[in-house]
């Protein structure tokens, strides 16, 4: 596996930051976090920390040095730190219990794997263009997609916050799902809280980090997110990685390597010459005999015929 | 020496018992053709013809062999034979049946069962690329039957191709010729001519062929399948192997077909033959079974879904 990639959580204009981010990497998988705990309810950082934590030790215990089913592994994180959210809501006696939304990927293999609750974003960019990205569970989602408001009103909608999914409700959390997504050398995964998807559209982010450097590039789009969010700007959290490895590439070059030499040889020593067993005589008696091995072959194994 | 197309038996033409009706198919190594046995049924026989080593002139019944040439022509005869005794041996549905075997002309004979139906390369061809998973899955996995019983013989077809695979009226598979199986455990037989088609071949069968295994038929199973897709057969192993160009199905069609069986035909077409499934059983399993991606069950209030959340005071 051969990749970069940068993590970083500002606190914005908040008084604290209850974003969370996390990556861990195995020798052949690694898995990126970014959770966003919610204002209005208590410890919205708590259940953030929860949530990145569980999913960080589990991807520890699992991935040796791949995960078995990393979409199992998704499911089962992001349903522990829902248990462990509410489990430690008991403990404290808690009158509400913190909640977050919580993005996660998994790339081994060269194919990216990747489930979400709330609106933590994940955007997957080729060449400067947004090629797949999570869909909000947000009501104002739901609204622009059956045609109730455009997606310019949305920006501006007063229930643009309000998600229906996400860790620690008393409501089972609605876990999406992404499909199996081979990648190519050069895409780059952003997984991203609203903080700065709010303030900048991911097509905007996409064209900002193309070719770029990840290390220097995901700073400056911070920074100019953080200027447009004004002193009351949300927190803002990004974990970004640049896959250097080709799902075709990889595939053959493994191979090649391995087998290649070897087999150019004995190719060529097969051209040259002629077997010298090719001689061998085949008398008429040996004829007969063969012809009546096959006959009494199929003979024996023939249906019986009606 | 020039070389010429042998000359097919003529129509009508009385071989044995039966009656030639008519050639289906000439190849450099036989010649096919559909007859008529005693009791009106209709088989297709196989004729022992190397186009190099034996030649039948026009008007001719018996093909010329030359002295220098019979010992090459009596030890390709020893693989016709192998042929025989492999499908004798079998009775399965999806695999073809030998229904008699015997010496005339100076050469060998092998009379097989004959159905109306086309070949999976004409279908394809015809189909070109709109072939259905469903239609996919379902040569397949009644063609993996027949592979597993012939492989349970300690058999590999070796040839797997989709002119090789037949198509009866009902779209059931069988497997046809045969005529570069081999019995695996008699590994250390000399070869006449490696047989193999170029993009169903797996790469151990260009080398010295002592990887080959059940493995290597079913690399030639997942170039099948590939071809369905693409309505031609995919880079050639060898090719594959200096450089990969071959895009992986799961890029190439990605959405078109599911997941699953694109993820399929990649693991078939692993160039690394200890990384594809290792027996038919293992295809086929991954065949059959449906995965569903892990999927709570969502919440059946639609109203209760709503937490609300309100992060930023307005």
Known sequence: MRFTIYQESRQGGRSNNEDRTTYCYSRDALLMVVADGMGGHHYGEIAAQIAVQTLADSFQREARPVLNDPFRFLQKGMTNAHHAILDYTARHRL???????????????????????????????????????????????????????????????PDRNKI??????????????????????????????????????????????????????????????????????????????????????????????????????????????????????????????????????????????? | MAQQANQALPNGHLLEEYIIDRQLSLGGFSIVYLATDPEGRQVAIKEYLPNSLALRSKGEIKPVITSEHLGAFRYGMKCFFEEGRALARLSHPNVIRVLNFFRANDTVYMVMEYEHGRTLQEFIQKHQGHISERFIRGVFTRLLNGLREVHSNKLLHLDLKPSNIYLRGDNTPVLIDFGAARQTLLTDQPILKPMYTPGFASPEHYGNRKDLGPWSDIYSVGASMYACLAGVAPLAADTRMKKDTLPPAMMRWDGQYSDRLLEIIDWCLNLNHLYRPQSVFALQKALVETITPPRPKANPNWLGRFVEKLRKPI
């Not at chain 1, 104002?140 to 920006?155: C, D, P």
């Not at chain 1, 075709?248 to 060529?268: F, K, L, N």
């Open chain 1, 95 to 157: 009158k509400d219990t913190p909640r977050t939304t919580c993005v996660a990927c998994v790339i081994q293999d060269n194919v990216a794997y990747w489930a979400h609750a709330g609106d933590s974003r994940l955007f997957l960019m080729r060449d400067g263009r947004i090629v797949a990205q999570t869909k909000d569970h947000s009501r104002i989602r739901l609204l622009v997609e059956e045609g109730m408001i455009t997606e310019a009103q949305a920006v501006f909608h």
């Open chain 1, 164 to 306: 229906y999914s996400c860790l620690g409700s008393p409501t089972p959390p609605e876990i999406e799902f992404s499909r199996k997504t081979p990648l190519d050398h050069g895409d780059i995964i952003l997984l991203c809280s609203d903080g700065l998807w709010g303030e900048m559209s991911g097509d905007m982010i996409a064209v900002a980090l193309k070719g770029a450097n990840l290390l220097q590039a995901v700073p400056m789009v911070l920074n100019q997110a953080e200027l447009k969010g004004g002193a009351h700007g949300d927190n803002l959290s990004v974990v970004a990685v640049r896959w250097e490895d080709t799902y075709v590439e990889e595939a053959s070059s493994a191979i090649s390597t391995q087998t290649m030499s070897q087999d150019e040889v004995t190719t060529r020593l097969e051209e040259f010459g002629r077997n010298p067993a090719y001689k061998s005589e085949l008398s008429d008696d040996e004829i007969e005999d063969a012809i009546e091995e096959i006959r009494s072959a199929i003979e024996k194994y023939s249906p019986p015929k009606k």
